[in-house]
Each structure stands twice: as structure tokens, then as C-alpha cells.
């Protein structure tokens, strides 16, 4: 599932306020908000100071975004956890007692019973449960605070990665209100995390500036910034972090790092699930934070792609235009009688 229709812009103003360029609200509203940055010009004069009274307004009013988020995934992680918990305990159970039984009873069983064993054994790993070890894992459980939060951020986010999802009912029917009201707020969370990150171009497009710098290698220099960070911070770092974490390689370090901020969360790398190791106790709940900021930073990015690809369509037009005007509007030659 995706979910970039969320707001999100990157901008770069000089000081003296001679040019300015924001970036796309969505991918609805890109073509009329990001066309400083798409049609490659950075001559958008809009003079204008902030009040320090709307400044302040403005940070209040993220801060309180901010920490409202987080409650609300905090919150949504305490209701999971206190709906699942049980009644994936006692499937746990369930299955060690199934598997003992199969132990015990394999050499006398038919092929009718061991198919249903199959069966059995089949539905419980796609609910989570793996009947492996010895009892005393019956007590981890994958509803814990950490594991909850982490399937919170991907009900929000809309990553839908399919390996936990509640099985109790009341679990379900909280998952679809949380969701309903979970995904707006998302969206709206992504949007000033946006903003955040359109500052550090902001500050950049001055410095250079200030050094005399022209303006479309200000722009240029700016957008390669707001590239190679955020590569490094969202996908080069991370994916040695899990390499090192998780035992995959990095190349499926970077893989499960793309898939995931993307959105598309095919399920095949999920942290966290490797058996038999040992992951520290908030691991999980860390990697969905990484997850929540990283969506902000890919959102842009595939609106400023969209952007590329479509001012490349046009170029591509006008260029095939110009091409056939000599042929269509070529002298005729005077016919002779």
C-alpha cells in the first residue's frame, strides 16, 4: 500500500528575499507548487517576513503535532498489546502441545493426520507463532510494548507488511478505527516533517549565498544535498545497522530499506523476526521511528522524480514540435501547367 499523497516541501530563499522555491504539496498539487524547482528556475519572488508572533505559533503548533503523534501511536501500541497478548499466548500454547503430540505419536500417524499437522503447522506460522525451542518461549511474546508500537507505525504508515496483524476481534475492530483516524494524522505528520527537513536546504541556499554563489548552482547544489543526506541517513546507515543486527547482507539491507520507506512492504525482510537472536528491547520500536521520519524524506523524493519525469515529457514535446514546424509549415512548391 502507499500512502504519498502526504504534504511535503523543500525549499531554498536567499536573505534578502530576491528568490525563493518550495517544493510540492502532494503529487496532486505538485505541478503547481514545485515549479521553482522543476522547471529548473529559482526566480519565485515572494518577499515576505514572518511575524515572530506567527513563528512561535508555528513551533507550538508543531511541537504539539509532534508529541500528539506519538501519543497516539503510543496509545494505539498499549490497546494492541492488551487485546493480542493473550490470546496469542494461548495459541503459543496451542502449538507446543500439538508439536509434543506429533513427537511422541509421528512413527504411528497416518497420512491424514500428519497432512492436518502440516495444516496446523502452516496457520500458526502465518499467525506469528513458530513452535520451535522449548516451552520457556512460549513467554515471548510478539505483542510486546516494542513489537505493538512497531505494528502501530505500520498500520499509520500504511506499510502493511502482513506478518503480525491482530487475530482477536476486538483487536481487528480497533485496528480499523485506529487506522481510519491513524493515517490522516500520518499524513499531516509527514507534511511538517517535510517542512523540518526543507529548512536545512533553506539554510544551505543562504550560505552559499552569502558566498556569492549564482543561483542555479545554488538550486543544483541544494538538491544534491537534500539527495546524498538523505541516501545516507535513511539507506547507506541503516542498512549496515540492520547487516550488523539482523545477519543480511547489505545489499538486503539496503533492499528491506527501500521497500519499507516506499511503502510496497512485500513482508519477506521484517526486523526483529531473525530465530535465535538476540535483539535489544526497544530494537523494533527505534526501527519504526526510523521509519515514520524516512517516509517524510522518500515522499519527497519520488515528487521531486515526478517532477523531473514530467518537465522531461514536455521537453521531449516541445522538441518534437519544433522538429515537425519546418515540414508542416515548409513553402509548397508552385505547380507548373
Not at 493480542?84 to 494461548?90: I, N, P, S, Y
Not at 512460549?138 to 498500520?155: C, H, L, M, Q, R
Not at 558566498?211 to 544535498?225: D, E, H, Y
Amino acid at each position: 500500500m502507499n500512502v504519498f499523497g502526504s504534504s511535503l516541501s523543500l525549499s531554498a530563499q536567499d536573505p534578502s528575499g530576491n528568490w525563493s522555491c518550495e517544493g510540492s504539496s502532494c503529487l496532486g498539487e505538485a505541478s503547481q507548487e514545485y515549479k521553482g524547482f522543476a522547471n529548473r528556475h529559482l526566480s519565485l519572488p515572494v518577499p515576505c517576513r514572518v511575524p515572530p508572533k506567527a513563528m512561535c505559533t508555528g513551533k507550538l503548533q508543531t511541537s504539539l503535532l509532534v508529541v500528539g503523534y506519538f501519543v497516539y501511536l503510543l496509545v494505539g501500541a498499549a490497546v494492541f498489546q492488551a487485546l493480542e497478548r493473550t490470546a496469542e499466548k494461548q495459541e503459543k500454547r496451542a502449538a507446543a502441545r500439538m508439536k509434543e503430540a506429533f513427537l511422541h505419536n509421528f512413527t504411528h500417524l497416518t497420512i491424514a493426520e500428519i497432512e492436518q499437522f502440516m495444516k496446523n503447522l502452516t496457520e500458526a506460522i502465518q499467525n506469528g507463532v513458530y513452535p520451535v525451542g522449548n516451552e520457556s518461549q512460549i513467554e515471548d511474546s510478539n505483542w510486546d510494548f516494542s513489537d505493538s508500537f512497531f505494528f502501530a507505525g505500520t498500520v499509520v504508515s500504511t506499510i502493511g507488511y502482513g506478518t503480525l496483524h491482530p487475530k482477536t476481534a476486538g483487536g481487528q475492530i480497533f485496528c480499523v478505527f485506529f487506522a481510519l483516524f491513524g493515517i490522516p494524522l500520518n499524513i499531516v505528520f509527514l507534511h511538517r516533517v517535510g517542512k523540518m527537513l526543507s529548512l536545512l536546504c533553506k539554510k544551505l541556499g543562504k550560505f552559499l549565498y552569502e558566498k556569492g554563489m549564482r543561483k542555479k548552482k545554488i538550486k543544483f547544489l541544494t538538491l544534491l544535498f537534500f539527495l546524498v543526506m538523505g541516501i545516507l541517513v535513511f539507506l547507506c546507515l541503516p542498512s549496515l545497522f540492520f547487516q550488523i543486527t539482523e545477519g543480511w547482507s547489505y545489499s538486503e539491507g539496503i533492499y528491506f530499506a527501500f521497500i519499507t520507506l516506499s511503502t510496497i512492504g512485500f513482508g519477506d525482510y521484517v526486523v526483529g523476526k531473525q530465530p535465535g537472536r538476540n535483539y535489544f528491547r526497544y530494537y523494533r520500536m527505534l526501527v519504526a521511528i526510523w521509519i515514520l521520519f524516512g517516509l517524510a524524506w522518500i515522499a519527497l523524493l519520488f515528487n521531486l522524480l515526478t517532477m523531473v519525469l514530467e518537465d522531461t515529457e514536455k521537453i521531449i514535446v516541445k522538441d518534437l514540435h519544433q522538429i515537425g514546424k519546418p515540414f508542416l509549415q515548409g513553402p509548397l512548391t508552385p505547380s507548373t501547367t
